[in-house]
């Protein structure tokens, strides 16, 4: 009877048996490590991305409303000793259909505090643009004064426009 004596293997081969292993678990690992950096990384660059924040919607715009104020303003004034004659058509420009309403109810001192304010101008600042363009203003804040006094809200107002402006 022989007596079974165990044969080692040489040291060469379980090195190479091992060696596989180890390769495919180093690359395992490393692909873990990999998905997991580029899921943390997407998150934190989308956590850190600037949010569009909606602006809120605001209102839609109502179209103008124009009030045309008739017959035309006339006027005269004295330049250098002469009698000068003013002509102006006014428009009342609102969003708001109860400030034209309102505007409409208190026509006599809306006409009133305007031709007092356009027989009051002097002929050599009235002649320029930018004589005109305060003159406007000047209009504007006449016209919404009235609008406070009558319970209105002035300031929805939005412009009034000379259509027509005659000097002789």
Excluded: C
């Amino acid at each position: 009877m022989a007596a079974e004596i165990p044969v080692l293997a040489p040291a060469d081969q379980s090195a190479a048996d091992k060696k596989p292993k180890g390769k495919l678990l180093l690359i395992g690992v490393a692909a873990v490590v990999l998905l997991a950096g580029g899921g943390g990384a997407a998150w934190w660059f989308s956590s850190r991305a600037p949010h569009k924040v909606e602006a809120p919607k605001a209102a839609p715009v109502a179209p103008p409303v124009y009030l045309a104020l008739d017959p035309p303003f006339v006027v005269n004034f004295e330049s250098e000793q002469l009698v000068r004659f003013l002509q102006v058509t006014v428009q009342l420009m609102s969003r708001d259909p109860a400030t034209i309403e309102l505007l409409k109810a208190n026509d006599p001192v809306v006409r009133n505090d305007l031709l007092l304010l356009f027989a009051n101008q002097k002929y050599t600042v009235v002649s320029t643009r930018e004589g005109k363009e305060a003159l406007r203003t000047e209009a504007l804040a006449d016209v919404r004064k009235v609008l406070s006094t009558a319970g209105g809200h002035p300031e929805r107002l939005e412009a009034v426009y000379f259509t027509s402006f005659v000097m002789q």
